[in-house]
């Protein structure tokens, strides 16, 4: 029974993983290493999964964090140089807060 809950929880983080990373099942299977229908029959919790190894590696593996799909850990956004010369705008001393 605790192993039962154990998958589900996996089968939960992976839903919130596709919510908020903003990525399809299809693309999260693939990566995962299954087919589409048995990735979306885990989403859907038609199935559970034979093996959630694969499914806690790979959330393991990849940041919730990204704004847009999937990037890989330790990813920083880093601003680019501004190759043109235009300069930046300069805050106000006196607007800050």
Known sequence: ?????????IVERL??????GYVIG???A???GVTDGTGYSW???EFRSAN???ISAFLDSMSVESDS???PTGYQYREHKNWRGI??????PFCSG
């Open 69 to 71: 799909g999937i990037w």
């Open 15 to 20: 839903r919130e993983f596709i919510r908020f």
């Open 30 to 32: 693939r990566r995962i």
């Open 1 to 9: 029974m605790e192993e039962l809950e154990e998958i589900d929880g």
């Open 26 to 28: 299809s693309e999260v």
């Open 52 to 54: 959630p190894k694969l």
């Open 43 to 45: 989403l859907q919790g």
């Open 87 to 92: 300069p930046k705008p300069r805050r106000c």
